[in-house]
């Protein structure tokens, strides 16, 4: 790929999202005088609360388990920085993608998919209608929540009020059930596509993909630097192993943590190359000209054929090893305690979650949403405050250990 043909900066596509034909804000709001509906999402959510949160929420590894970990901001900023990479290349909006990829794991519980699983469990033991929702914890519909409804930071209305755009991207799975509930609420809005079918904004779609593309890179990171992973497993994954020989092949003797480094930075040039090589293709042969042409078009953001089957393979190799290996899991345990005792704690006696009044929404909800807001350490204090136990023995908090070729400094 020739980099040089990257378009001049603020050039947009026919088929991007031009902020001057938004769908608009779910409140109209005067417009602002020096940036446009997209950018002013994305200042609204690096401003508001649940964005800092992030800092302190589990990716894969527990917050306190490193410092060098990622955590789920500095897994977004890192989607954010891949996929304002490709929008540039293919001319899409790259403000949109930098909100919508800021914004995707807002409504993510502390603990990561232990305390998603957990809290999903919870709401689905309730007797169906009593949190509101049909349908359990989904953490994406929670993103959405929580830029719809749970900030508190404007006079004028609860959430954030971002535009039908970002929404959009931010709701990137939803089950029918959630999606008749939001249908409801809000006719032909951001729910209306899986009921009905079609696509989301190719912003949308990039922000995805980019999301995949940097959490298979990072946990391979990760999981060597708490040694959990070594090199010489990851020699079994065609797509890290392809890389790791070419990084020798220039660089012969390189070890340690530079190869793991270089390996993965050819690793994510090559998935990026080959999906603005893929994308522009299907761009080109479906001659989509315009952002309702996209909405009704199959999704054209997408690895070709060899990558998808390479990325899927990396994927479970994650899965099997590091995902669900046994030091992992214990903490997944222990997430799922701390959460499922909080949940029957606040039920019972939901004064222990406030000093004020409740929200005005059915209490499991309101329980859930409590929840789903902490970090790590806050929901582990609490747990601790409310139970009088703590399901990490004192002392033993965990630690992930480093391999001794990639001990930090
Ligand atoms: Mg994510």
């Known amino acids: 790929m020739n980099v040089d043909q990257s378009p001049l900066p603020g050039q947009l596509a026919r088929y991007a999202s031009d902020p001057a034909q938004s ?4 409140i109209d709001e005067p417009a602002a005088p020096t940036r446009t509906v997209f950018q002013r999402d994305r200042d609204r959510v690096i401003h508001s609360t649940a964005f800092r949160r992030l800092v302190y929420k589990t990716q894969v590894f527990l917050n306190h388990e490193g410092d060098l970990f990622r955590t789920r901001l500095t897994h977004s900023l890192e989607v954010a920085q891949l996929g304002r990479s490709i929008a540039r290349s293919l001319q899409l909006n790259e403000d949109l993608v930098e909100g919508i990829s800021l914004a995707h794991d807002l409504g993510h519980t502390p603990f990561g998919h232990a305390g998603q699983d957990a809290l999903n469990a919870c709401l689905k033991s309730l007797p169906v209608g009593s949190a509101e929702q049909s349908s359990g914890f989904e953490h994406n519909l929670q993103s959405l929540r929580v830029v719809d409804e749970l900030e508190e930071r404007y006079p004028g209305f609860d959430g954030l009020n971002l535009s039908f755009e970002t929404r959009e991207g931010i709701l990137k799975h939803c089950s029918r059930a959630n999606a008749q509930w939001l249908e409801v609420k809000e006719p032909g809005g951001v729910g209306a596509r899986f009921l009905h079918g079609g696509s989301p904004s190719l912003e949308a779609q990039l922000c995805n993909l980019a999301d995949e593309i940097a959490y298979n890179a990072h946990d391979i990171d990760d999981g060597v630097r708490s040694g959990l992973l070594s090199l010489e497993q990851l020699e079994q994954v065609p797509l890290f192993d392809g890389h790791r ?9 390189l070890k340690g943590r530079r190869l793991l480094f270089e390996s993965i930075r050819l690793m994510l040039s090559e998935q990026v190359y080959d999906v603005i090589d893929t994308t522009r293709q299907r761009l080109g042969e479906t001659r989509v000209a315009s952002t309702e042409d996209v909405r009704s078009a199959p999704n054209l953001v997408c690895f070709s054929g060899a990558m998808q089957s390479a990325s899927r393979a990396l994927k479970s ?7 669900r290996h ?10 799922r305690q ?6 029957a704690v606040y039920l019972e006696r939901p004064a222990e979650m406030t000093d004020g009044a409740l929200p005005e929404r059915p209490l499991a909800r309101a329980v859930a949403d409590h929840i789903a807001g902490m970090t790590d350490r806050f929901a582990i204090r609490e747990h601790e405050r409310l139970m009088g136990t703590s399901v990490f023995p ?3 908090e965990p630690t992930s250990g480093t391999t001794p070729i990639l001990a930090e400094r």
Request: proline share 3%.
């Open 245 to 253: 020989r070419a990084a020798l092949k220039v660089h012969a003797g």
């Open 326 to 335: 046994p030091q992992v899991m214990e903490n997944t345990d222990r997430a």
């Open 317 to 323: 190799f994650l899965h099997k090893n590091l995902y």
């Open 23 to 26: 769908r608009g804000r779910r």
């Open 338 to 343: 701390i959460v499922s005792d909080l949940f």
């Open 394 to 396: 004192s002392g033993a």
